[in-house]
Structure formats: C-alpha cells, structure tokens
C-alpha cells in the first residue's frame, strides 16, 4: 500500500534562518506530488506542485522553493525565513488524476 | 480548474442530517466532483467523488444535478466527532487541471450536543 512520510511534525527556527522539509512516498511511482500551506484559521493555499523529477510548478510567488531530486522524494525550502512563513505546511501525493493523500503535516512556527 | 463556492460555516444538531452545497458554475466536462474532509492539525482526507446523480459511500453521498452546476455533500446524522472542514473540489482526472489541487475556504461545520 501507498505511505507519505513527512518530517518534522513541528518545527521552530528564527527569522532568517534556512528551511528545510522533506516529504517521501512509497508504494507508488510517478505520483504528482504537491506542497501545501495553511495558516491558522485559513483554508489550504498551494504552493508549488510536481508532475514528474525535476519539473516543479510555482502557484504563489514567495521566498519558498521546491526540488524534486527522485521520483518520490519532494523538498521545501527557503534559504531566509520569514515571520509572515508559519504555518502548517502539508505535503501531499496523488496518482495521475484521483483523489490526493496527504501527509501528517510540519508545524512551522517562525520567531 | 472549475472555481467552487461553499458556505462558510454551518451548525448541526447532533443526529442530525447535515447537507452541504457546493456550487461550481464553469464545471468543464471531463471534471469530477470531489470532497474532502479535514479535522485541526491533520491533512485533509478523502470522503466521496462523483460525476453526475448520486454516489453513496459508507460514510456519505453526494448528489449532482442533471446540470451538475451544484452539488451536495450528505453526512447521514452526524456527530461530534463530525466536526471539521469541509472542500469541495472540481478537477479532471487527466490532462491540464487534472494536478492543480486548488482548495478553497472549504465550509466549517460544527455539531452540537
């Protein structure tokens, strides 16, 4: 069966700091693959989303970047946080169209 | 990517049926209409998909319009443990649109003892 691992569950680094998050997929290949923000209290924003290695696409544009370095592995990362980048970051996975499997989720809290 | 309009918040009763419309005007042909369900601190899960009438699942059933300009999500007497948020997506299986999971503002639902 299909697992999503998402590390850490929660996370607090200081304004300017690098960011680093990793999300991993097994039991499928060349699974869309998807990052994900939600702010406290808000509805999920979309922020970048992968159809295949190395082809990442950017929905809002921020200090944040994505890389897909395998076919199942997708990273978030910034080289310089902000306040206003807290949140709860999800990754998620879906097969070609179907529905989207979600991860447990980085709780990201930026002082 | 077929834009969707929820409530923003409803109330139930414990026991209840709740019914949840969702409408989405520009609907493309080859797009299905999906739901999902997301409680505090945890990723959104996957509750019923369909394409036109009714689909019914051990957890809920959807009802699409002839039109399918509309649908409604049915929670059959809910419960406490049914408090959460709910999204209403409309995407394609295949093609453009088909990996631009854009969720929305989804709708609030509380149940009350």
């Known amino acids: 069966s299909q697992t999503i691992h998402q590390w850490p569950a929660t996370l607090v680094q200081p304004v300017g700091s690098p960011l680093s998050l990793e999300c991993t997929v097994e039991?499928?290949?060349?699974?869309?693959l998807y990052w994900y923000r939600q702010a406290a209290g808000r509805g999920l924003q979309l922020l970048f989303y992968?159809?295949?290695?190395?082809?990442i696409s950017s929905e809002v544009p921020q200090n944040l970047s994505a890389s897909r370095p395998q076919d199942r592995q997708f990273i978030l990362s910034s080289k310089k946080l902000l306040l206003s980048d807290s949140g709860f970051y999800l990754c998620?996975?879906?097969?070609?169209?179907?529905?989207?499997?979600f991860g447990q989720g980085t709780r990201l809290t930026v002082v | 990517l077929a834009k969707t309009t929820q409530p923003i918040s409803m109330d139930s009763y414990e026991g209840q049926e709740v019914n949840i419309t969702c409408s989405h005007n520009?609907?493309?042909?080859?797009?299905?209409i999906t739901w999902y369900q997301q409680f505090p601190s945890q990723g959104p899960r996957f509750i019923i998909q369909?394409?036109?009438t009714k689909v019914t699942n051990e957890v809920a059933s959807l009802f699409i319009p002839a039109d399918r300009k509309s649908s409604t999500l049915s929670l059959p007497r809910v419960s406490l443990s049914d408090t959460a948020v709910y999204y209403c997506?409309?995407?394609?299986?295949?093609?453009?649109?088909?990996?631009?999971?854009?969720f929305g503002k989804g709708t609030k639902l509380s149940v009350i003892p």
């Open positions: 998620a996975w879906s097969p070609r169209g179907g529905e989207a499997f």
């Open positions: 039991g499928t290949s060349n699974p869309n």
């Open positions: 992968s159809v295949g290695i190395g082809q």
């Open positions: 520009n609907i493309a042909t080859n797009d299905y």
């Open positions: 369909g394409y036109k």
């Open positions: 997506l409309a995407y394609p299986f295949s093609g453009a649109g088909s990996y631009q999971l854009t």
